[in-house]
Nanobody, 124 residues
Framework: QVQLVESGGGLVQAGGSLRLSCAASGRTFSSYAMGWFRQAPGKEREFVAAISWSGASTGSADSVKGRFTISRDNAKDTVYLQMNSLKPEDTAVYYC?????????????????WGQGTQVTVSS
């Protein structure tokens, strides 16, 4: 079992920045690829960004490319999502997820464990 706890969400004005953190516990963090997903009201959960277990490979959705950066610190068992130039359409609950593989990619079914989510609200 892997437990994931997200933090860092909140209310921010358009153009602002937030950094989300996801702390993992329970298993060897460095053996899990990690991902961030989000779900806006009335919409399906969508992929945001992913990172390999070593941190060497990353990927992100076109909608956030150039604005969001995923990173991880295996010594701290934590994955981050730096979000810059936020837009109102980024408003959603953000979830981190862990996949027991080298890279999880954008498919939610690749991920084995999920956090409870953290709310991000971007005002215009």
């Amino acid at each position: 079992q892997v437990q994931l706890v997200e933090s860092g969400g909140g209310l921010v004005q358009a153009g602002g920045s937030l950094r989300l953190s996801c702390a993992a516990s329970g298993r060897t963090f460095s053996s899990y690829a990690m991902g961030w997903f989000r779900q806006a009201p009335g919409k399906e959960r969508e992929f945001v960004a992913a990172i390999s277990w070593s941190g060497a490979s990353t990927g992100s959705a076109d909608s956030v490319k150039g604005r969001f950066t995923i990173s991880r610190d295996n010594a701290k068992d934590t994955v981050y999502l730096q979000m810059n130039s936020l837009k109102p359409e980024d408003t959603a609950v953000y979830y981190c997820a862990a996949a027991h593989r080298s890279y999880g990619g954008s498919a939610h079914y690749n991920y084995d464990y999920w956090g409870q989510g953290t709310q991000v609200t971007v005002s215009s």
